[in-house]
Structure formats: structure tokens, C-alpha cells
């Protein structure tokens, strides 16, 4: 066994090492049907929404975490493929053990002492399988991503959404597309997660930290000597040493340690016993440490980054997250031949999700910014390379338009529109809550116009929430609220409101 390797990768080695050409492929077979348990997070408050979604595409029930913005589901490994589809997660894990009531000791040495312990006692082989068939599965997507693209420029990036150079990468000469911005910063704002925090907020009820451990000096010195291990040789090839890092998640107020030190003990324990290397940054394997109050998760990262930066490739000051759009979108229920339009589409994630998701909908995004709509064109031309990579034989195209206009006087016949998606001005980076006091009543009270008595629908959504409550109040004769879903959008309070349209007829505006 090579020094270094996982418990899969070795296993696998010494079956070709037998001499038998079918040993791989059965090894491969049964990986594939090791039962899994997946983690994975979702934007706050849209947990029941991929719950739903597990279900209704993957058949399985999910469970939804205590510690919010999590759920967990069971899928047979070879169902990773269908794993990564879901429109409504950010980011997924395997899951090597949970304990839902953990009794962590009150003094900080010993608690610490106990997590180092742990890690001899946890089941690791499946997990480290389902992290490899996971990784099997990365090489065979870079690998036709790289036969895809042409350009050396698009060689170096071959994530799709990735932050840097993101603008060179989709830019276009044809007239039908928006002419590329320069400048624009591939900054999420409201959708953002905000940078992991040092633990050093104890005041108040209950402490949380989110952060990344540098563990490349502190492991070193908490396992003894600097190892070499894995550094040796196997047979006639040179063993890889796998590099890894372990990032703690911690919430609660009762824990004697820090996330950092949690870290730092776990992880030393962690090198001690598979001979791995520490590597902050370019590692092959992120151990995932969850503890919210007695709750600990271990787990193993699935992914790199985040699954919402999927469609997004030129970023404005508010850009949504697609993971969220997914979930307000789906939230109105669209049916087949439903128009649905995002009025203030910004950078275009929720018609871009929702040509994506259901192409059987007529889609209009629209904004009165003009560098909002160019914005918008790029991530939709985007959208449309991608799906020509997908079948080069044709450009299938999606059922999309964009087009400048105003909000509070939108050129669309009365009663025309089935559903309106949008994410209204927080009054924040974009607008100010002054302005929204004016803005929110008119905007309500056009898209009570043009949406369909009885049937129409609105999902929408703000962090002004008093101010949207006012306005609401004062459309009640054409809107009724029949949801609200709390989110946390980039560290901000927000809400995602559910309207129905009324029978009543709302007013004729003056005619354009």
C-alpha cells in the first residue's frame, strides 16, 4: 500500500496489480453502489424547496438540518452525476459520520483531546471512495471542457463563472450581442457569503465563526516531526502524497475551544493517521468539521465552489445567486407556456435560471440601467455558448429576451404576464430606502396591471421589509399575500414574499 493513499486508491491499485483486467471495472461497479449520505448547503430558508427537489429528481427523502441552510439525503454513489444537477444547492459534502448529540467536555484541553481522538474511530473508507468516484467524475468534465475550448486564454479558465478574467472569457464581436464592460467587478453583493470571520465574537448570546485554518505550521508541530510520509516509492512509480486542509464550521456558546483550535487538533490528528501533507490551498482533500452546539458533522468536500456560480459570468453591484433565483422561481410554480418576466433583472439570474430550468416558459428580463442590460445579454450569450458546446450540431437557443425599460411603466399589454420573479432594490448598494417608499407601491401596482386577475402570481424579493409591508398594504384590493420565506442574503435579513393576484381590475395606466 502506498504511503499516502487513500484506503480507495490503494484498494483499486492492488486489484490491476492482480493481473486482472476486469478487476478495476468491477471495483469501479461496486463503488458506485456504496450507499452515500450527501450534505449539502442551501440558501437559508429554502431548505423545504430542496428537499422537494431531491425528491421529485433523485427519489429520495431528505432530511433537513437543525443548523439552517443544510439538508442531508442517502443516494447510492453512482448517482453523483445527477447529484451535481441540482439547481437548488450551493455546495455538497459526503458525510463520514454524524453525532447528534455530542458531549463535548467543559475543559478546553480535554474536549480538543477528544476530537483528536475521534479520528481513529471514524468510518472513513466509504466516504474516501465516494470522494474519488466524485473526483473520477471532475477529470472526465475539465477533460471535455478542455476538447470544447479552443482559445489559450479559455485553456487557463476552465471553471465555468470562475471570478478572474470571467469578462475576457464571454466577450463577443457579434452585433446580436452586448459589447463586453470593462471594469466590471465579479463582485455577489447581496448574494455573496461573506468572508469567513475570525472567532473572536464572543460577545452576545450565541458566538458563531466560519473559518479556514492555516494548519501547515501548527499540524506540523502538533504531529512531532515534519513528516516525509508518502514521499517514498511504490513499486516502479512514485506514490502521490495527498494534500488536505480541515475547515471548521463552529455555532454555539457553550463550547470551551475556538473553531481554529478545533481545527488545528482535528487536523493534526487527521495527518497523523493517513500520512496526508497539510496544504491550505492546493489541497486534494477538504475534511469538513461541522458543530452547531451538540451537533457534529464530519464530512469530505464534493466540491471546489460553489454550485450557484453556474450561469453568471459578468457580475453587476447585486449580482443574485442562481442557487436563490432557483428557489424563488420554483417557490410560483411555472407551468408549461407561462410567461414570466423579472422586471428589474439586474445582471439576469432569475430569467437566465428559469430559461434554464423550464424552457417550456416564455421568459423577459428587463431593467432600466443600460449597463444592467448589457450585463444581462453577456451572461445570456453565455448561456448560449454553453448550450452550443452541449450539442454542436445545433444552436437550440433559449426562450429569452431582454429589453431596457421602466419598471413603473412597462410596455406590456394588460393582463399579459402569468408570473413576475424579481429582486427589487434593497435600497442599499442600488436606489436608497428613501426612494423605495415611492418606488415599491408603483412597481406593485404595475405588475398587478399586467399580471393575469385570479391566477397571476408574484414572487418577490427585499430586505426593505417595513417599507414593503406598507406598500402591500396599501395594493391589498390586487395583491393578497400568501407566503413569506425568511433568507439570509449576504448576511442581511431578507424576505421572499409569495403574492397572488386578485379577480379585482387594476388600474389602466395612461397608454405609451
Known amino acids: 500500500r502506498a504511503v499516502g493513499a487513500p484506503p480507495a486508491a490503494s484498494a483499486m491499485a492492488e486489484a490491476g496489480a492482480a493481473g486482472d483486467p476486469g ?11 456504496i450507499a452515500a449520505v450527501i450534505g449539502a448547503t442551501v440558501p437559508t430558508g429554502f431548505e423545504q424547496t430542496a428537499a422537494e427537489e ?21 443516494i447510492p454513489a453512482g448517482s453523483l452525476p445527477q447529484v451535481h444537477r441540482l439547481r437548488s444547492v450551493d455546495n455538497l459534502f459526503v458525510v463520514v459520520q454524524e453525532f447528534k448529540d455530542y458531549q463535548f467536555k467543559e475543559n478546553k484541553e480535554d474536549a480538543l483531546k477528544d476530537l483528536e481522538d475521534l479520528v481513529k474511530k471514524l468510518p472513513w473508507t466509504n466516504p474516501l471512495k465516494v470522494w474519488e468516484l466524485n ?9 471535455r471542457k478542455k476538447h470544447n475550448l479552443q482559445s489559450p486564454a479559455n485553456k487557463e479558465k476552465l471553471n465555468d463563472g470562475e471570478e478572474g478574467g470571467a469578462d475576457q472569457k464571454d466577450t463577443y464581436d457579434q452585433e446580436d450581442c452586448a459589447q463586453n464592460i470593462e471594469g466590471v467587478e465579479p463582485t455577489d453583493s447581496q448574494d455573496t457569503e461573506k468572508p469567513q470571520e475570525v472567532a473572536s465574537q464572543n460577545r452576545g448570546e450565541e458566538e458563531e465563526d466560519n473559518e479556514q485554518l492555516d494548519v501547515e505550521d501548527e499540524v506540523q508541530a502538533s504531529s512531532g516531526s515534519g513528516t516525509k510520509a508518502g514521499d517514498g516509492q511504490t513499486g516502479e512509480g512514485e506514490a502521490k502524497v495527498l494534500k488536505f486542509r480541515v475547515t471548521c464550521n463552529r455555532a454555539g456558546d457553550k463550547h470551551s475551544f475556538t473553531s481554529n483550535e478545533a481545527a488545528r487538533d482535528f487536523g493534526g490528528a487527521v495527518q497523523e493517521h493517513f500520512q496526508w501533507k497539510a496544504d491550505m490551498t492546493n489541497f486534494d482533500v477538504e475534511v469538513l468539521l461541522n458543530i452547531h452546539n451538540n451537533e457534529v458533522v464530519v464530512g469530505i468536500a464534493l466540491t471546489e465552489e460553489s454550485l450557484h456560480r453556474r450561469n453568471i459570468t459578468h457580475f453587476g453591484p447585486t449580482t443574485l445567486r ?17 410567461i414570466i418576466i423579472d422586471p428589474m433583472c439586474g ?20 431593467d432600466n440601467n443600460p ?12 448561456l448560449l455558448r454553453k448550450n452550443e458546446s452541449k450539442d454542436s450540431s445545433a444552436a437550440l437557443g433559449v ?16 393582463g399579459s404576464v402569468d408570473i413576475v420573479v424579481t429582486d427589487m432594490p434593497f435600497g442599499k448598494r442600488i436606489g436608497s430606502k428613501k426612494k423605495n417608499w415611492d418606488l415599491y407601491p408603483a412597481c406593485l401596482m404595475e405588475m398587478g396591471r399586467i ?9 418577490l424579493l427585499t430586505q426593505d421589509k417595513k417599507c414593503f409591508a406598507k406598500a402591500l398594504s396599501r395594493v391589498g384590493h390586487i395583491w393578497r399575500r400568501a407566503q413569506t420565506v425568511w433568507v439570509n442574503v449576504g448576511g442581511l435579513h431578507a424576505a421572499v414574499y409569495l403574492l397572488r393576484r386578485t379577480w379585482e381590475r387594476a388600474e389602466e395606466r395612461r397608454s405609451w
Open 23 to 33: 478487476a478495476g471495472t468491477a471495483a469501479a461497479q461496486e463503488d458506485a453502489e
Open 54 to 74: 431531491v425528491q421529485e429528481k433523485l427519489g429520495s427523502a431528505s432530511r433537513i438540518s437543525r443548523d439552517r441552510g443544510k439538508i442531508y439525503f442517502e
Open 135 to 143: 473526483n473520477s467524475l471532475k477529470k472526465k468534465k475539465t477533460k
Open 322 to 338: 442562481s442557487t436563490l433565483a432557483y428557489g424563488m422561481l420554483r417557490l410560483c410554480d411555472p407551468q408549461p407556456t407561462d
Open 347 to 366: 445582471t439576469g439570474a432569475i430569467p437566465i435560471e428559469g430559461a434554464a430550468e423550464w424552457p417550456g416558459c416564455y421568459h423577459i428580463a428587463g
Open 371 to 382: 449597463q444592467a442590460v448589457k450585463r444581462a445579454a453577456n451572461n445570456i450569450c453565455s
Open 399 to 414: 426562450p429569452l429576451d431582454i429589453i431596457q425599460w421602466d419598471i413603473c411603466s412597462l410596455p406590456l399589454r394588460t
Open 451 to 459: 399580471c393575469t386577475p385570479g391566477t397571476g402570481r408574484a414572487v
